[in-house]
């Protein structure tokens, strides 16, 4: 690795987490907002995506440049992509979290009276965990942290369902509650797809650290730890 | 060892230079010698075989030789050798010095038969002497006026002439190989004496690099390595000072940043971490030693914290910014400044985490509550105010109407004043509890508790609710203040007699838990939602606010109660739910015993 080549690589890597830490707070106030009612909170989170997605496409550019200037290969290589697509799943996680922010904004500093609230606070606790870990996990490159990452889906995606159920319910008996029901639905929804997009970002940790290409694959086996019975169950 | 070796080949070399020089001076010397010797000893020869021609010449040719014996023999003394004079025919006229020479019959020797033949002079080497030796036989044939007349023989030991060589040689090899030997041993003393305090010196500042404290030799002596050696222990002793001094004050660097209440992270030139003291990696959720050296973001990912360090410097603002570990949210108040060295070039940067949360918290806390007040006292005084220009605009107002309104202006200014006692009442107690000054005596709980039943007893059978009332037979002892735990009754009756309605039932009982004493009232009343139950001890918490104002409810009972409770080393529970009645729960340590577990 000659010096330029690896102050380039360590260049991205930072600014990778950089992005990375932008979004994590995003997310992190836009719930916060959601949850007490602080509607300046979520401007906050509104007017600072801008900044992430300049961030993103600064960093598309940097990895392309360091692409065509030094061909890396083999594990660099990998974590060149590896890193491209973080990013861009990142700054959709971004814009998740803007989405969660403007519903804020439309439900105004009333607090709400319902038990959904309960339901999406445990919600945005279990994405945030989420998205912390795939994110200390592409940190470290640590491909065992970040398969525990998919396992956590399954509960947020149960959150989500049954928050179908209650809106319903909720709608059916006072149909008053509809416009805060809906809102309460659309941030349901954006968390279970930040909770989709960490789990695309644990995927690219693996591929970065093990060269392999784990999406799309069916069931537990693509996220089952090396060497346990399900990963090595044939397909 | 490489030196070492070097330094034996310079002394063999040396060695054997002067070896060779000597060997080859000592070879020219016995040579020389050799020369001279054996030139003499072939001199003597042939001194002698002319001394005894001429002799033969002389008398040979008479008839009557002269006495010819003597002369020989003192010849053959002169040159220790054997002589013989012989006649033409070869026999011997006289001979010395042995008998056997005087063998008469010597022309069949070989030299004597060789002179003869040749008529010149002849050698001949063969055993002969005493013991058999090589020996070398000369024979000159002598003529006197043209006739042979004699001949002259001679014998010498061809030992004699070469036993100075052989000995020569052997006193030459002595003198090299003493003189190599020498040689050596010169050099490996010269090495001895010179190298090894050398290397001595050079294993002691070994010693000193890797930290040791050995006494530096030779610092006694007054030659140059004497001046080394006094060098050295000089430069040692610094050294040794200096370092003790930045280790001193690099502990004490060290304590300061561990003993401080803040943060304190310091990154180099590449945004590697120096140094992050405890309570920085305790904020961050990492280990200290795990992260010293690694990218500062790899360690945090928190963007203000990053952003300070890349922005630093002297005039930047400090920032304040919200972070959540999933333990906890913190408030940290970050302030970075840029590191320089000694010739103010930046080396990197060090931020500042102060965690503010606590301090954000009670602020909040101090402002709500300032609103809340200045809030509820504004409702009653605007009431009275209202009322009574009312009064003062209608003149002709019916004295009937009248006293309503007084009857109202009455109402609220009672309003305030309880609200201002209930105020004073909790701030006496928490500012009386900061300073401990709250007067405690031993009391029977049951006597407070009692007068607040009194009290209360008529206003729920007015409302129509049943009361029942459970105290023990024996006095429950308690280390407290009457007229607070007297309030902290009086609150819970009230509140459970305002918020059940007419038809329902209240119940107060007192008895023994352990080393407490427990207090529950219970209502069936309206009820608390579960979502308000960790607020509802906070000042002016309301769950509807306009029913509770409706019923003259200043906000603050169950926090009163509440500081009472914690106040006595006691804490109290709420067990509600909507239209199922509440029902509070106060633990209180008996005397005696230590505080309530929460």
Not at chain 2, 158 to 165: D, L, Q, S
Request: aromatic residues 4%.
């Amino acid at each position: 690795m000659t010096r330029h080549f690896e102050r380039d690589m360590m260049r991205l890597e930072r600014e990778l987490l950089a992005i990375a830490g932008m979004v994590e707070e995003a997310v992190l106030l836009a719930v916060r907002a959601l949850i007490e009612h602080k509607v300046e909170l979520a401007q906050q989170v509104i007017a600072g995506d801008r900044a992430i997605d300049l961030k993103e496409v600064e960093l598309e550019e940097d990895g392309l440049k360091i692409l065509a200037l030094h061909r890396p290969v083999a594990v660099d290589l990998r974590f060149i992509v590896a890193a491209l697509k973080v990013n861009n799943d990142l700054e959709r996680i971004g814009d998740m979290a803007v989405n969660i922010a403007e519903r804020t904004t439309e439900l105004g500093a009333r607090p709400s009276t319902s038990d959904r609230i309960e339901r999406i606070r445990a919600m945005s606790e279990q994405v945030l965990k989420m998205v912390r870990t795939s994110l200390n996990a592409l940190v470290r490159h640590d491909a065992v942290l970040a398969r525990t990452v998919r396992q956590q889906d399954d509960a947020v995606d149960d959150h989500h369902r049954k928050m179908y159920d209650e809106m319903e319910q909720a709608v059916r008996a006072n149909p008053e509650t509809a416009s805060e029901a809906l809102r309460h639905l659309s941030v349901s929804r954006n968390l279970e797809r930040i909770a989709d997009l960490a789990t695309n970002i644990a995927e690219d940790v693996i591929f970065m650290v093990e060269g392999d290409v784990v999406r799309h694959r069916l069931g537990k086996r693509a996220m089952a730890p090396v060497g346990s019975p399900e990963a090595n169950e044939r397909r | 060892m490489t030196r070492v070796r070097t330094r034996w080949r310079a002394g063999l070399a040396l060695a054997g230079v002067t070896c060779a020089f000597l060997t080859h001076v000592a070879w020219r010397e016995a040579r020389a010698i050799d020369e001279a010797a054996s030139g003499r000893e072939r001199a003597r020869l042939d001194g002698a075989i002319d001394a005894l021609h001429d002799l033969g010449e002389r008398e040979l040719i008479r008839d009557e030789p002269g006495e010819l014996a003597l002369p020989v023999e003192h010849l053959a003394r002169g040159a220790v050798l054997e002589l013989a004079l012989l006649d033409a025919d070869g026999v011997a006229v006289a001979a010395a010095p042995t008998p056997a020479f005087m063998n008469r019959r010597q022309a069949g020797y070989a030299e004597v038969a060789l002179a003869r033949a040749t008529m010149a002079e002849a050698r001949h080497v063969r055993p002969g002497g005493p013991h058999g030796e090589p020996t070398l036989y000369v024979a000159r044939p002598i003529h006197s006026h043209g006739l042979l007349v004699g001949f002259a023989r001679a014998g010498i030991p061809v030992a004699r002439i070469e036993a100075t060589r052989s000995a020569l040689l052997r006193l030459l090899a002595g003198i090299s190989g003493l003189a190599l030997v020498s040689a050596f041993g010169l050099a490996a003393l010269a090495r001895h004496r010179l190298s090894a305090p050398l290397r001595q010196m050079a294993a002691v500042a070994e010693r000193m690099a890797d930290g040791g404290e050995p006494s530096t030799p030779f610092t006694t002596r007054a030659d140059e390595l004497g001046v080394l050696a006094r060098a050295l222990a000089g430069m040692a002793g610094r050294l040794r000072e200096r370092l003790e001094g930045i280790d001193a004050e690099r502990t004490q660097l060290l304590a300061v940043l561990g003993g401080m209440v803040e943060g304190v992270i310091a990154v180099d030139r590449d945004d590697r971490v120096l140094h992050i003291n405890k309570v920085a990696a305790q904020l961050l959720g990492v280990t200290a030693s795990t992260s010293l050296g690694k990218p500062v973001w790899e360690v945090t990912r928190i963007p203000a914290i990053i952003e300070a360090l890349g922005t630093a410097s002297f005039d930047a603002p400090a920032r304040e910014v919200q972070i959540a570990t999933p333990e906890r949210a913190y408030r940290l108040w970050i302030y970075s400044a840029p590191l320089r060295n000694a010739s103010r070039k930046n080396m990197g940067a060090v931020v500042v985490l102060h965690d503010v949360t606590e301090l954000r918290r009670l602020e909040n806390l101090r402002r709500e509550f300032v609103a809340n007040v200045s809030h509820e006292l504004k409702t009653p005084v605007a009431a009275i105010s209202g009322m009574t220009d009312t009064m003062l605009d209608d003149e002709a107002m019916p004295a009937e109407r009248a006293r309503r309104f007084l009857q109202k202006i009455r109402e609220q200014a009672d309003r305030l004043a309880k609200l201002i006692n209930d105020l004073l009442a909790l701030s006496r107690l928490e500012s009386a509890d900061l300073e401990q000054l709250l007067p405690f005596a031993r009391l029977d709980l049951r006597d407070p508790i009692s007068a607040s039943v009194e009290h209360a007893r008529p206003v729920a059978q007015v409302k129509g609710l049943a009361f029942s009332i459970a105290l023990p037979d024996e006095p429950v002892w308690v280390h407290g203040d009457d007229e607070s735990l007297r309030q902290l009754a009086d609150n819970l009756l009230s509140n459970a007699i305002n918020y059940t309605p007419a038809g329902g039932s209240i119940s107060l009982t007192l008895t023994r838990d352990g080393d407490h004493a427990l207090l529950v009232v219970r209502d069936t009343g309206i009820g608390i939602d579960p979502v308000h139950h960790h607020r509802i001890f906070e000042r002016f918490y309301r769950t509807d606010k306009a029913r509770s104002r409706a019923q003259g409810g200043t906000g603050l009972g169950l926090a009163i109660v509440k500081h009472v409770a914690l106040s006595h080393g006691g804490h109290v529970a709420l067990e509600s739910a909507v239209d199922q009645g509440s029902s509070f729960r106060v633990l209180l340590p008996l005397e005696g015993a230590s505080a309530a577990p929460r």
